[in-house]
C-alpha cells in the first residue's frame, strides 16, 4: 500500500458489477444536505462567471455560524490546500507530527522541505498525547500539528490540555496547527474548539474541513482560522479563485441547514454505538471507543488476515480503510466509517461471512 494512499476510491471497476459500498472515506451518512443540492442546480447558470474572489457570501455565513470574525478567515480548496498553504508561506524547518495521523500532514510539510519528526501516539495510553514529551521537543521543532479528533484513533484532545500546549508554543514562538475537521460531528464541539484562541495564541492556526460533515468532498471545500496577518500571508500564496463558484454557493447552503445538522449528529450518535458494538462482538476484534463517524480497530489475528479480509470484503462490493500506511500504527489496523444501519448491518454480514470461511 502507498505510503499517502487514501480511503474513497471507488473509481475502480467494483466486482460485484454494481457500485462499492464504501466505508474507507469518513463522510456524512446522510449525503447530501437537501438545502445544498437546491444551491447546486439553481446555481449551474452562474459558472459562466468567475467565482467571488472575496467569497464574501460563504465568510459571512462561516463568521455567523462559527463565531469568528471574517478578518480571520482563509479559504481552502478542501482543508488539505491549507495544510500545503501554510507550510509554503510560513516555511517551518522542522515538523512535529504526532502519528498516526492524516497523511497529507507529513506529504505537505515535505512537499515544502521541511523535515517531519514523529512524536508516537502509544496503543498503551489511549493514543493520547504525552505532553511533557512533546513540550521536551519544542527547543528543535518550529511547529507541531494537531488533529481533534484525530485521524484515525478519533482521540479528542481536552482543552485544558491543550491550552498547555499552546502556552507552551507560544512562549517559544513555535506555530501550532490544529486540525478540527471531524468535530462537526459533534453536539458538544464547542467545548472542544481552539477557532476561539487565536487571540490569545497569534501562532495558532486552525483548519476545518467542510466536505466530512458536509457531505462535499467532490467539491472540496474547507476553511483556516488565524490571526489577521497570517491570513494575509496565506492568502497571497494561494490562487485568487481556489474556491469555485458551486462550491461557495453549496457552504453557504449548508450552513443554513440547521435540520440536517442536528439530524447528522443524533444518527452518527446512534450508529456508531451500534457498529462498534457489533464488531467488538468478532473474535480477535479490538475496537477503540468512536468519538465521531468512524471507528479505528485492530485485528489481533495479524497482517496476513487483514489482507485476506480486505479482499474477500472487495469481492463483495465492500471497501474498508487498511491502515497499515499509517505512520505510528504497526500492526492489523482498519478503519470503518459509519454509514446507514442498512450499510452497517451488509458490513456486518459479510464480515460474519468471512470469519466462517
Known amino acids: 500500500m502507498q505510503k499517502y494512499e487514501h480511503g474513497g476510491n471507488v473509481y475502480e471497476k467494483c466486482p460485484t458489477g454494481g457500485a462499492w459500498l464504501d466505508f474507507s472515506a469518513n463522510i456524512n451518512p446522510l449525503g447530501l444536505s437537501p438545502r445544498v443540492r437546491e444551491a447546486i442546480f439553481s446555481h449551474v447558470d452562474g459558472i459562466v462567471n468567475y467565482p467571488d474572489p472575496e467569497a464574501r457570501a460563504l465568510k ?5 455560524f462559527y463565531g469568528v470574525p471574517q478578518k480571520k478567515i482563509v479559504l481552502g480548496n478542501g482543508a488539505a490546500e491549507l495544510f500545503y498553504c501554510f507550510f509554503y508561506i510560513v516555511r517551518p524547518k522542522r ?3 504526532p502519528v498516526p495521523s492524516f497523511s497529507e500532514y507529513e506529504r505537505a510539510a515535505r512537499a515544502a522541505g521541511v523535515k517531519v519528526v514523529y512524536l508516537p501516539l502509544l496503543k498503551k495510553h489511549g493514543f493520547s498525547l504525552d505532553l511533557e514529551a512533546a513540550v ?4 528543535k521543532e518550529d511547529v507541531i500539528l494537531l488533529c481533534s479528533p484525530n485521524n484515525p484513533t478519533g482521540r479528542l484532545w481536552e482543552r485544558k490540555e491543550l491550552c498547555v500546549l499552546l502556552e507552551k508554543a507560544e512562549e517559544r514562538g513555535i506555530y501550532v496547527v490544529m486540525d478540527e475537521s471531524f468535530l462537526d460531528f459533534r453536539e458538544d464541539g464547542e467545548g472542544y474548539t481552539s477557532r476561539h484562541l487565536t487571540n490569545e495564541y497569534p501562532h495558532l492556526f486552525v483548519v476545518q474541513s467542510m466536505t466530512k460533515f458536509f457531505a462535499l468532498p ?8 488565524a490571526e489577521p496577518n497570517l491570513c494575509r500571508q496565506l492568502e497571497s500564496g494561494k490562487d485568487v479563485w481556489n474556491v469555485n463558484f458551486l462550491a461557495q454557493a453549496a457552504g ?7 435540520v440536517y445538522h442536528e439530524a447528522a449528529r443524533s444518527f452518527v450518535r446512534r450508529e456508531k454505538k451500534f457498529l462498534a458494538a457489533e464488531l467488538a462482538k468478532l473474535p480477535g476484534i479490538e475496537v477503540f471507543a468512536p468519538s465521531v463517524n468512524f471507528i479505528l480497530f485492530h485485528l489481533q489475528q495479524g497482517k496476513v488476515f487483514l489482507q485476506q479480509l480486505i479482499m474477500a470484503l472487495r469481492e463483495r462490493g465492500i471497501l474498508l480503510r487498511d491502515c497499515s500506511n499509517y505512520s505510528g500504527l504497526d500492526g492489523a489496523y482498519l478503519r470503518a466509517a459509519v454509514r446507514s444501519r442498512a450499510d452497517n448491518e451488509r458490513l456486518l454480514e459479510a464480515m460474519h461471512e468471512v470469519w466462517k470461511e
Request: aromatic letters at 8%.
Open 60 to 64: 459571512t455565513a462561516i463568521a455567523s
Open 95 to 97: 515538523l512535529l507530527l
Open 136 to 139: 521536551q521537543q519544542f527547543s
Open 218 to 225: 467532490g467539491l472540496r471545500l474547507g476553511f483556516g482560522i
Open 252 to 258: 453557504v447552503a449548508a450552513l443554513s441547514d440547521t
